[in-house]
């Protein structure tokens, strides 16, 4: 099975870092964070990517052109131009980088990548990361037989809430549960006849295709209580990169 990744948004919202460089390719730890969603995939076996690049694409490829080389011990010989590969901590990784074009929406970048996918596929963004259990999610899928699936989530609240009586606080939580509602959590599972729901470049996945489906009972909700957040501020990323550096990461299972 492979995994689809949309890599081509401009991440504005994240503009202190996305100005150089594509939102996914935004470090947590020392690498980005396209990789660490990567690493959540192939814990599950699924060792086979496309990736729809857009907005600064070319630093993803030349991620990945040289990710072999700077995982490895090698020795080149200037003269002869030879180079001698001596060990490699590479995983074992097929990549499909494919230009989704700069301003193509969503469901345009799904549509430009469907002669790579013959298969039920698994779908994210580049900017979520969570201990979401990716096979328990494609078992769901096919059980229930829907043309796409999407992991609800609950997110956290964005501000600390507080309970108040007679001006004294009561009760202070700093990380309340937000207000309930299942929001789409951005990891989905499709079948190759998604395509036939998307337009064109213009067709936003989220509104038409997924609205649709919705209506003729195709589309599947995979509710998940666990650890996920996304990466849209600098204050996510931050919190995010904590999490890694205190060795506390959920989503590393690796």
């Known amino acids: 099975m492979k995994a689809v990744i949309l890599a081509g948004g401009f991440g504005t919202r994240l503009g202190e870092e996305t100005y150089l460089k594509p939102k996914p390719m935004v470090t947590i730890g020392d690498m980005p964070m396209l990789w660490h969603i990567m690493k959540i995939y192939s814990i599950h076996d699924i060792n086979e990517f496309v990736i729809c690049l857009g907005y600064k694409g070319s630093m993803i490829k030349q991620f990945f052109a040289d990710y072999f080389l700077h995982n490895s011990d090698f020795t080149i010989d200037t003269k002869s131009n030879e180079l001698k590969i001596h060990k490699t901590n590479s995983e074992s990784w ?8 700069e301003n193509t929406m969503t469901g345009g970048r799904i549509k430009r990548i469907k002669e790579y996918v013959d298969d039920t596929f698994c ?6 990361l969570s201990d979401l259990n990716i096979s328990d999610t494609i078992k769901f899928h096919k059980k ?3 043309i796409a699936t999407v992991t609800a989530v609950q997110p956290p609240g964005r501000f600390g809430s507080l309970t108040i009586q007679n001006d004294q606080i009561t009760k202070f939580n700093e990380k309340p549960s937000g207000d309930l509602k299942w929001i789409n959590g951005g990891y989905f599972v499709c079948e190759p006849k998604i395509f036939d729901y998307i337009q064109d470049d213009k067709t936003v996945f ?7 489906l919705s209506n003729e009972g195709k589309l599947g909700s995979y509710k998940y209580s666990g650890f996920w957040h996304h990466v849209d501020t600098m204050i996510e990323k931050n919190y995010l990169n904590k999490l890694w550096n205190d060795n506390n990461a959920p989503w590393k299972k690796w």
Do not use: S
């Open 94 to 101: 097929k990549i499909t980088l494919v230009d989704t074009g």
């Open 123 to 128: 779908l994210t963004y580049g900017d979520g």
């Open 144 to 146: 229930n037989n829907f």
């Open 206 to 212: 989220e509104k038409e295709p997924l609205e649709n």
